[in-house]
């Protein structure tokens, strides 16, 4: 279906049709599938008939949400896991083994941070997190068997933006291949693979389901790759729920007009903030003050849907801001038709080290708003109590 327009693939990519016919997409809640006989069970287990076997490895409704993702991410393939984190768990357990190494960005996701930093060193697959935007640092990192390179742009809180383009030359040049977790993009605003990624990962939690609903994540891009990922998925199991699978991909028809409505309340509210007496800095990628503003308006359509900003007073000031709200909800998901108000330090952040919170820019003064589908008026007005101190 590649021929088509975004949109159109969209709502049209990866259609699941049983016998019924049914014009939106059927739910297949099962756990095997049911073969005619002796010889199409074989045929199905050895792989020389590909019909479905059973649901940790594929099943239909699965399947097209994948193919769908697929289409959006311009990607050979996709194979969608349990959560996020299970997408870059699996990514990583298909690509490296003990005494690889892996260069990571600066201020990643929490949890993202301690699997690569933590967990995989228990393995004996090293780890060095570099400063996010500075190609040089990338270059530096490399040892003889690095593998990977791993970042998230924006970056989750403080939106640093980083050239996928110039990382993707980096990892290339020593063998290795680039992840890019697009997590607060979505294909809808930023196509890693088209600068040069290798692949994709999601937390379809965040904007592809887009109403707070389902977990659910992806790996996306090319077909060696993605192979290697169901492989350990259909052995170590942190598949999808079929179930999950349906919600996302429904969430996934309306994924660029959320995201573009999302956008444009994000950079007004974002504007309004610069102005606040309580905000000390807002750090929005659309906004002219941001550091890479100019890469981000090349390498995305807008500044996305994550405004952070540092407010007056630490973390003092910080949560007077989140307990004077009254409508924007106090979670730590984001990505929502809901708006979110999240402070780092103390939760998705508050398991890193504090000095390895500071080395990252999480301050104790920052708040990180994933912007919904409310009236900006409400927003400003839910914000501006807690501003005003
Ligand atoms: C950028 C980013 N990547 C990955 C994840 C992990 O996703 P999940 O919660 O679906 O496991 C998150 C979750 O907040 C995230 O923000």
């Not at 503003?293 to 007056?312: C, N, P, T, Y």
């Amino acid at each position: 279906m590649s021929e088509y327009e975004f949109d159109t693939l969209a709502v049209r990519a990866g259609i699941a049709r049983s016998q019924f016919n049914e014009h939106s997409e059927a739910l297949y809640l099962t756990s095997s599938f049911v073969f005619d006989n002796a010889a199409q069970a074989a045929a199905r287990f050895s792989g020389a008939d590909e019909g479905n076997v059973y649901a940790r490895f594929t099943n239909p409704t699965v399947t097209a949400m994948q193919q769908r993702l697929a289409a959006l991410e311009g990607g050979e393939a996709c194979v969608a896991t349990a959560s996020g984190m299970s997408a870059i768990l699996s990514l990583a357990m298909a690509t490296l083994q003990a005494g690889d190494h892996v260069v990571a960005s600066m201020g990643l996701f929490g949890a993202t941070q301690q699997l690569f930093g933590t967990i995989l060193a228990k393995f004996g697959i090293e780890t060095t997190f570099v400063p996010a935007t500075d190609p040089d640092a990338y270059r530096a990192a490399i040892k003889a068997r690095t593998r990977l390179f791993f970042i998230e742009t924006p970056s989750n809180p403080l939106t640093e933006v980083i050239d996928i383009a110039a990382v993707a030359e980096i990892a290339h040049a020593c063998g290795a291949i680039l992840a890019v977790d697009n997590c607060f993009c979505t294909p809808a605003l930023q196509r890693p693979l088209e600068m040069g990624a290798d692949v994709v990962v999601h937390s379809a939690t965040k904007y592809l389901d887009g109403q707070g609903r389902v977990l659910g994540g992806a790996v996306v891009g090319k077909k060696v790759i993605v192979d290697e990922v169901l492989k350990f998925l259909r052995t170590a199991g942190p598949s999808i729920s079929p179930f999950n699978a349906w919600v996302i991909l429904k969430g996934l028809e309306t994924l660029r007009i959320r995201m573009e409505a999302q956008s444009a309340t994000a950079i007004e509210l974002a504007r309004w903030l610069e102005q606040q007496a309580g905000v000390e800095r807002v750090y929005y990628p659309g906004l002219a003050s941001h550091p890479q503003h100019e890469l981000a308006m090349r390498q995305q359509k807008s500044g996305g849907a994550i405004v952070s900003f540092e407010v007056a007073g630490g973390r003092e000031g910080a949560w007077r801001v989140v307990d004077s709200t009254r409508m924007i909800s106090i979670t730590a998901n984001l990505g929502d038709a809901k708006t979110t108000i999240t402070h780092p330090a103390s939760t998705t952040h508050g398991r890193i080290s504090a000095e390895a919170r500071a080395a990252a820019g999480i301050t104790e003064g920052l708040l990180r708003i994933a912007v919904g589908l409310e009236a900006v008026e409400d927003l400003r007005a839910d914000l501006a109590r807690g501003l005003a101190g």
